[in-house]
């Protein structure tokens, strides 16, 4: 931030575009002017407490405070901070004020784990520790700026995503802050902080890594290297295009034999019904069933479902030689065979549960038979890509080799 003699002509004519800016006086040391956007002018003072922290204190604004008062006001605060006295926590002692652990520890309790699912909470849970609360935990609600939050956002650059996740969690947690007083509205200083671009994966299966992964199920089956739960798992992601949330969840009550269907009581869109082709049932007629265990991949804890396929699911691929290949991609490919062999869309969206209203719109009238005429299609397309052998991969001949063909 510049550094310049602040005159009452500056403070007057001083404007910021887009985002805070801060002058710092070099006539009283420690003491600076904040310029917001909306042509607020407050003074504060910038100091290191005892315990080596960066702190920065509002003294009052400027209209209502002259310079003059501001830069005597600077000299007695910072003499206090000599003394070994803090200003800014006296003045949350004062007045109670939350810092943002405190925000994000009611943000979790009242917001997210009140209206968001498991896997939902987790991933906030995660962001909060190891991102926010490192960042900004210490510092007061009513004092982040934008400044702070744009550079939280900036240091996580390189992982686009998770920047976007963060700055996302941040803009709540903040929305939520007025809302609940401890803001006044319209200061959410993570607004106008604009996204960073994601590239979206798409992954796909051929023919032939179909042919590779049915091989290398096949194997760890025979050779009961993995528990069963996880080989059913990733045959029921295969050849259901659920989520991975939805086949670790599901229970055996949640199967229809009759109509030949799954209702998902919660999955990530709410209750929803999935059409089941003649392969997946087979697969789950199959299926032994653990006694006392309710759900369909039954984990190592009695009564529970498997939580963890990331790690079984990383020695298959490596197997098989899909190294890049995630485990949400088998839903991806599970689509992709179904727009190979001429589906509409609206007819693969109803099967993976896809809730765009434009979308719905489109394909909500469409009965249920066509969709399991098309996850019979897939299945059957993906089972026979998958019992082929997979290609041998020709390697180019060595200079021995090839001295040895011509003589």
Same mark, same amino acid.
């Given at each position: 931030m510049p550094k310049v003699k602040l005159t009452k002509r500056l403070?007057?004519?001083?404007?910021?575009?887009?985002?805070?800016?801060?002058f710092w006086d070099t006539e009283q040391v420690g003491l600076g002017v904040r310029v917001k956007p909306s042509s607020v002018k407050s003074f504060c003072i910038q100091y290191y407490n005892a315990q080596g922290r960066s702190r920065?204190?509002?003294?009052?604004?400027?209209?209502?405070?002259?310079?003059?008062?501001? &830069?005597?006001?600077?000299?007695?605060k910072l003499s206090e901070v000599d003394r070994g006295n803090d200003p800014a926590e006296e003045r949350i002692a004062a007045r109670g004020a939350p810092t943002v652990a405190q925000l994000a520890s009611r943000y979790m309790a009242e917001h997210s784990e009140v209206k968001k699912k498991s896997e939902s909470i987790r991933k906030d849970r995660y962001l909060v520790d190891h991102y926010i609360l490192p960042a900004l935990g210490r510092?007061?609600?009513?004092?982040?700026?934008?400044?702070?939050?744009?550079k939280l956002h900036h240091s996580l650059r390189e992982k686009s995503y998770q920047a976007n996740r963060v700055l996302e969690v941040v803009r709540k947690m903040f929305n939520l802050a007025e809302a609940w007083g401890l803001r006044p509205d319209g200061?959410?200083?993570?607004? /106008?902080?604009?996204?960073?671009?994601?590239?979206?994966?798409?992954?796909?299966?051929s023919e032939d890594e179909w042919a590779r992964?049915?091989?290398?199920?096949?194997?760890v089956e025979q050779e009961n290297s993995e528990l069963p739960a996880v080989i059913t798992a990733v045959r029921l992601l295969i050849f259901t295009g659920c989520r991975l949330s939805e086949v670790l969840n599901l229970r055996w009550d949640d199967v229809d034999w009759e109509r030949g269907c799954l209702n998902? #009581?919660?999955?990530? %869109?709410?209750?929803?019904?999935? !059409?089941?082709?003649?392969?997946?049932?087979?697969? $789950?007629?199959?299926? !032994?069933?653990?006694?006392?265990?309710?759900?369909?991949?039954?984990?190592?804890?009695?009564? #529970?479902?498997?939580?963890?396929?990331? #790690? !079984?699911?990383?020695?298959?691929?490596?197997?098989a030689g899909l190294d890049d290949v995630r485990l949400h991609d088998l839903r991806h490919s599970f689509a992709s065979v179904g727009a190979g062999v001429g589906m509409s869309y609206?007819?693969?969206?109803?099967? $993976?549960? /896809?809730?765009?209203?434009?979308?719905?719109?489109?394909?909500s009238h469409l009965p249920a038979d066509p969709l399991k005429q098309a996850a019979n299609q897939i299945g059957e397309r993906i089972?026979?890509?998958?019992? &082929?052998?997979?290609?041998?991969?020709?390697? !180019?001949? %060595?200079?021995?080799? #090839?001295?040895?063909k011509v003589k």
């Open positions: 403070l007057d004519g001083v404007k910021a575009e887009g985002s805070d800016l801060v920065r204190v509002t003294l009052g604004k400027y209209g209502r405070m002259t310079l003059d008062q501001a &830069r005597k006001t600077a000299r007695e510092y007061n609600v009513d004092e982040v700026s934008r400044e702070q939050i744009a200061t959410n200083p993570a607004r /106008h902080i604009q996204k960073y671009k994601e590239e979206k994966r798409q992954r796909y299966l992964l049915g091989k290398a199920l096949a194997e998902l #009581r919660d999955s990530k %869109t709410g209750q929803r019904f999935v !059409p089941l082709g003649q392969v997946a049932l087979d697969l $789950l007629e199959s299926t !032994p069933r653990q006694a006392g265990n309710q759900f369909v991949c039954p984990g190592a804890r009695p009564m #529970r479902p498997l939580v963890n396929l990331q #790690r !079984p699911w990383r020695r298959i691929r490596e197997r609206p007819t693969i969206g109803k099967l $993976l549960g /896809h809730t765009q209203a434009q979308t719905t719109m489109r394909y089972a026979g890509a998958m019992a &082929r052998k997979p290609e041998k991969k020709v390697l !180019p001949l %060595t200079k021995r080799q #090839r001295r040895s």
